[in-house]
């Protein structure tokens, strides 16, 4: 089966669930002999190559250097790049094109590989939802909100007009989409993230070095601020608590300033950006994964962190599925939360067991799974 990636919404310094859902997938569809074409940036081609893709998989168009100059200005050029690219360069025919997200730089190749060939199949990939007209529920401000629903309305026009498939990541945007987007049910598939449990279990148990830790974006919807403001009341009742952030983006000097103008700073670390087993060791030296975010509709960094036995505490988001390892919040109780962090911290019984059940769900969620999930029910690819 000949199948086409494009991925070049990818940003510098910046690896989001999205990515790694493509990158893991295409991975083992090129394990399990399929044709698989990724179409990406610069940055993309070194996530790629680093998550084990060959570079004969990737084909490259350059707009990485467009990131220096803002979000916005990046997203518009590097969606020109990609019509352009999409309207002159030789067309090939595949049997599946898949947009790896649901914005301009990605849906705009994978349209025009559609009409080209109608006998492809369509699959975009949309595991964010803004629920307002004109994106006003978007937390990253009206603007980006704006382009954030322009993007959405465009992509459900395209799925809709031609039989194309979306994949989601929770079964309550599932739900969304066939309720309020006339869209069919078997158009649809919820999808989470996955993890390597391979992988994880293959990097050695780690002393306990921090009490908690967080992975992800620093960008306003992973209320990182909302994270340290918790941490800065966990550390009044437990002094010497440690709290590591691995991650970065926009927002990252002025969570360090909250840090700073809080006396913090012996308590929250800031790591950079990590992965493979340097991340995983951290993952594996850390009592609990604590994130406050209320907008995930999916959260990988999560999961990786069950993968490695480390329970979480998150808020009890209606798109979030976790029946076990991970303590959920009432959204917003800050009291709660944090006597959930100290009684993890503190109780080593509850962690063991908590632990223990985290690496009994992380089975259920491996990329294997998820991979072959999305070839069987939306691809609908026969053996090659």
């Not at 190749?109 to 492809?120: G, L, M, V």
């Not at 007209?133 to 322009?150: E, I, Q, R, S």
């Not at 913090?264 to 009592?287: R, Y």
């Not at 988001?317 to 303590?327: A, N, S």
Request: proline residues 4%.
């Amino acid at each position: 089966m000949k199948i086409l990636i494009y991925a070049n919404i990818v940003h510098t310094n910046t690896l989001a669930g999205g990515d790694r859902i493509f990158i893991e997938c295409a991975k083992r569809w090129i394990k399990e002999s399929h044709e698989v074409t990724i179409v990406t940036n610069e940055v993309g081609k070194e996530y790629c190559t680093k998550g084990g893709i060959s570079p004969q998989n990737i084909t490259i168009w350059n707009a990485s250097w467009a990131d220096a100059y803002g979000v916005y200005f990046a997203l518009i050029f590097k969606a020109l790049v990609a019509l352009v690219n999409s309207l002159f360069y030789k067309k090939v025919e595949y049997d599946v094109v898949f947009a790896s997200s649901f914005f301009f730089p990605d849906l705009f190749p994978a349209f025009i590989a559609k009409c080209s060939f109608p006998k492809t199949k369509l699959i975009i990939a949309s595991y964010l939802f803004v629920y307002k007209k004109w994106g006003t529920d978007y937390n990253g401000g009206k603007a980006k909100g704006f382009l954030f629903y322009l993007n959405q309305v465009f992509s459900l026009y395209i799925v809709k007009k031609y039989d194309g498939k979306i994949l989601t990541a929770s079964s309550f945007d599932k739900k969304y989409l066939i309720e309020t987007q006339n869209m069919d049910e078997p158009s649809v598939l919820s999808i989470r993230g996955g993890v390597d449990n391979t992988f994880f279990s293959s990097v050695q148990k780690q002393s306990l070095k921090y009490d908690a830790v967080f992975v992800g974006r620093f960008h306003p919807q992973k209320c990182i601020s909302e994270l340290i403001s918790i941490w800065g009341e966990v550390v009044k009742i437990q002094p010497t608590a440690k709290l590591a952030l691995i991650g970065n983006g926009f927002l990252e000097e002025a969570l360090k300033e909250q840090v700073k103008a809080h006396t913090l700073e012996k308590n929250i670390i800031f790591l950079g950006q990590q992965d493979g087993v340097p991340k995983a060791m951290i993952l594996k030296s850390s009592k609990v994964f604590a994130t406050a975010s209320r907008y995930d509709s999916g959260n990988i960094a999560l999961d990786e962190a069950l993968a490695c036995g480390v329970p979480g505490i998150a808020y009890d988001l209606p798109y979030l599925h976790y029946p076990q390892g991970v303590i959920k919040i009432p959204i917003g109780d800050r009291s709660v939360f944090i006597r959930s962090i100290l009684s993890i911290i503190k109780n080593e019984e509850l962690r063991v067991r908590l632990s223990n059940s985290a690496l009994e769900f992380a089975k259920t969620i491996d990329w294997n799974i998820t991979s072959k999930a999305i070839c069987q029910t939306q691809m609908k690819m026969s053996p090659p």
